[in-house]
């Protein structure tokens, strides 16, 4: 079966710092990845989506970045972190062959900006 | 790109009432319509979807209905109970992405 795993689970950055975030899957091959936030008591907004190794379309112009350099593996990045940065950080996966439209969620990173 | 409303953003019901949530969405295009439920602190799990070619779908206690005519899609809670109380998304599928409603917050009363 597939799994999906995001780590760190939280995490307490100042303004200013970089930040990563990682996110892999297993269980599954050639996966649609994507990364969304959410802010605090809100609804889920998507950052970037990716079809393949080097892919990432990005959905929202900010100061975060997001690479793919493997095909099970998505990482999220930023050079310098802001306070609106801080939410809940979902990464997810889908198939491409089959039932590709359904999104199954990894646990999230809690991102808090002081 | 797709636009989903969702409403209502609250509702409270007494343990046993029904539930329902509804949403609509902008692009005909749409063809996949799937619900997830978030509890506090937790990821979404999808809880049932909807495909374009089916007006109806029940899953024990949950069930979805789709109107395409309208562009409008619905999630019904029979026979409520407090560990349904959460935040429920729809969503509509449209060229390899999902677009989110703001969600609901449903709490259960006993």
């Known amino acids: 079966s597939q799994t999906i795993h995001q780590w760190p689970a939280t995490l307490v950055q100042p303004v200013g710092s970089p930040l990563s975030l990682e996110c892999t899957v297993e269980?599954?091959?050639?996966?649609?990845l994507y990364w969304y936030r959410q802010a605090a008591g809100r609804g889920l907004q998507l950052l970037f989506y990716s079809v393949g190794i080097g892919q990432i379309s990005s959905e929202v112009p900010q100061n975060l970045s997001a690479s793919r350099p493997q095909d099970r593996q998505f990482i999220l990045s930023s050079k310098k972190l802001l306070l609106s940065d801080s939410g809940f950080y979902l990464c997810?996966?889908?198939?491409?062959?089959?039932?590709?439209?359904?999104?199954?969620f990894g646990p999230g990173t809690r991102l808090l900006v002081l | 790109g797709e636009n989903v409303e969702q409403h209502p953003s609250t509702l409270s019901v007494q343990e046993g009432d029904s539930a329902v949530i509804k949403c609509t969405y902008s692009d005909s295009a749409s063809n996949y319509f799937p619900w997830y439920k978030q509890e506090l602190g937790k990821r979404p799990q999808l809880i049932i979807d909807?495909?374009?070619?089916?007006g109806e779908k029940k899953d024990q206690r949950i069930a979805v209905t789709l109107n395409k005519t309208a562009k409008h899609f619905s999630l019904h809670i029979t026979e409520t109970q407090p560990e349904d109380s959460a935040v429920y998304f729809c969503a509509a599928t449209l060229a390899n992405n999902l677009f989110f409603g703001t969600g609901t917050r449903l709490t259960v009363i006993p």
């Open positions: 997810a996966w889908s198939s491409q062959r089959g039932a590709w439209e359904t999104q199954y």
């Open positions: 269980g599954t091959s050639n996966p649609n």
């Open positions: 909807i495909r374009s070619n089916v």
